[in-house]
């Protein structure tokens, strides 16, 4: 049995994709980054956290799968917005720059962890004030990490992508699927 370790609908939607079975267990963690603590390492211990928390909670054959995202600009981690200001300061920081998106997903399986961090370039283009403000009002941007969603109307501002788009989106599917394989739970047979 394989356990999604997130709320997330996007999560859940990338990894139906993959064609496996699997059910949806919320992991109520904090998440505040610790002191000094590098975005690499935040997202790795947040997908760990989210893993442990439900792997806790279920079968001990149970597979966990948890994953989390973070947009970083300048070595600062851009969570999810509190308020127009905030979701204003981060759209003029990402404005006409180029930013990481920081994936790391994380399976717990029989007492073993297998890890992936993937890390994306995205560079969006020049943002008025205008563009800023209709944007918090389609309600998108408030419960995504950078403000934005790149599936959604905000993929009209991103410029270029270097990496893995489903990753920016919050599962990337080549790594999971690697991680699916590793510990026996993704096969192609007929």
Known sequence: ML??????????????QLNVSFEKSVADIDETPWTQE????????????????????????????????????DGVILGKPADFNDFSNMMQSLSNRKHQVM?????????????????????????SEQEILWYWHTGEPADKAGGYGIQGLGGQFVTRIEGSYSAVVGLPLYETSQLLEQIGLKNYEC
């Open 3 to 16: 356990i999604l370790a997130s709320q997330s609908p996007r999560r859940a939607e990338l990894l139906t």
């Open 103 to 127: 994936t790391s997903v994380c399976i717990q399986y029989r007492g073993e962890l297998y890890e992936s961090l993937v890390i994306t370039d995205v560079s969006f283009k020049s943002l």
């Open 38 to 73: 590098s975005a690499t390492d935040y997202v790795a211990r947040m997908a760990r956290e989210k893993v442990t928390k439900v792997a806790s909670t279920v079968c001990a054959d149970s597979a966990v799968l948890g994953s989390d995202t973070s947009v970083v600009i």
